[in-house]
């Protein structure tokens, strides 16, 4: 597994801007770190790109602004701070969403506060941890109360001004992964159930 030691000119390096904290009050995370791999997931459909995770002592995630230029400038985004915040905001409605038992902390510290700090490569993390949940077991049961909360949920992550073509793709794989690992519920996007049918 491939680690950095967080330096500021790491940072720079890695194009860094900010950084969510995520403190675990509750036990929310579980060991197999299937729930940090779904948050990171959230994150990373966010305007915003998530390849290094930190997770001792508390969870970091370091953030990097994958808007461009041009965008920004054609469509007058926010800056990036504040789609750090939203992305925060989303992650501690998501951890309700799923327990709504669920006390975490979320902060932004400064890049001072974080030298030093120990990170994971995400995808060596969550493909050496991830559970493998086989269709064994899984319900095919999907109450309507329960959709329309993780279809609202998926309308805070897909800001509509930030829609492109193939982005239902984004959104269906991301709702089947949180009912699959959340709820053990094996739901069929519109394009598994329709293979004949070309989704954009």
């Not at 508390?58 to 504040?82: V, Y």
């Not at 941890?129 to 993780?150: A, V």
């Amino acid at each position: 597994m491939k680690y950095i030691e967080l330096t500021k000119e790491k940072m720079n390096e890695l194009g860094i801007c900010a950084f969510i904290r995520i403190r675990d009050l509750s036990g929310f995370f579980d060991p197999g770190m299937r729930r940090l791999w779904l948050m990171y997931s959230v994150a990373t459909n966010c305007e915003a790109s998530v390849i290094w995770v930190g997770t001792e002592p508390d969870l970091l995630l370091p953030l990097i602004d994958s808007r461009t230029k041009r965008r920004f400038e054609e469509c007058g985004m926010t800056p990036f701070q504040k789609e750090v915040e939203r992305i925060g905001s989303l992650l501690k409605k998501f951890s309700l969403l799923i327990d709504p038992e669920a006390r975490i902390e979320i902060d932004y510290p400064e890049k001072e506060e974080v030298v030093g700090r120990r990170l994971s490569l995400a995808y060596d993390l969550f493909s050496a941890y991830r559970e493998k949940r086989s269709g064994e077991g899984l319900s095919t049961h999907l109450t309507p109360s329960l959709e329309e909360r993780i279809d609202s949920f998926m309308d805070l992550i897909f800001l509509p001004e930030n829609w492109m073509m193939g982005v239902c793709h984004s959104i269906w794989e991301l709702k089947k992964n949180i009912l699959r690992y959340e709820f053990h519920i094996d739901w069929k996007s519109p394009a598994e159930r329709n293979p004949h049918i070309i989704f954009d």
